[in-house]
């Protein structure tokens, strides 16, 4: 059964750093791409970041370009997100998401691109 399970969300004071990672089972990871999502309160989901199969391109939302860092390891199936310079505005729960897909150009960072979810870890940046 496929399956991706977040860890790593928690409370931060702003200016902080997380680290979330991404555990996959149940597929050849390395035949899936992976990205990480944010949903809110009161806003829609929102694609944060996202890695190919082989690791080899990345892609960040605007908000988050320069603060988080997404990478990978195929060997313990896991892709990590790293987090910066934390701000209120990035408290929301995250979510990864799988799909057996690759672009010629970067990954995509809209919902419907990825076919599997997992459930979520809250991040709170709060002081």
């Known amino acids: 059964q496929l399956q991706v399970v977040e860890s790593g969300g928690g409370l931060v004071q702003p200016g902080g750093s997380l680290r979330l990672s991404c555990a996959a089972s149940?597929?050849?990871?390395?035949?899936?791409?992976i990205a990480w999502f944010r949903h809110a309160p009161g806003k829609e989901r929102e694609g944060v970041s996202c890695?190919?199969?082989?690791?080899?391109?990345?892609n960040y939302a605007d908000s988050v370009k320069g603060r988080f860092t997404i990478s990978r390891d195929n060997a313990k199936n896991t892709v990590v997100l790293q987090m910066n310079s934390l701000k209120p505005e990035d408290t929301a729960i995250y979510y990864c998401?799988?799909?057996?897909?690759?672009?010629?150009?970067?990954?995509?960072?809209?919902?419907?691109?990825?076919?599997?979810w997992g459930q979520g870890t809250q991040v709170t940046v709060s002081s």
């Open positions: 149940g597929f050849t990871f390395d035949s899936y791409a």
């Open positions: 890695i190919t199969k082989s690791g080899a391109r990345t």
């Open positions: 998401a799988a799909v057996a897909a690759s672009w010629f150009s970067k990954c995509p960072l809209s919902t419907d691109s990825y076919a599997y």
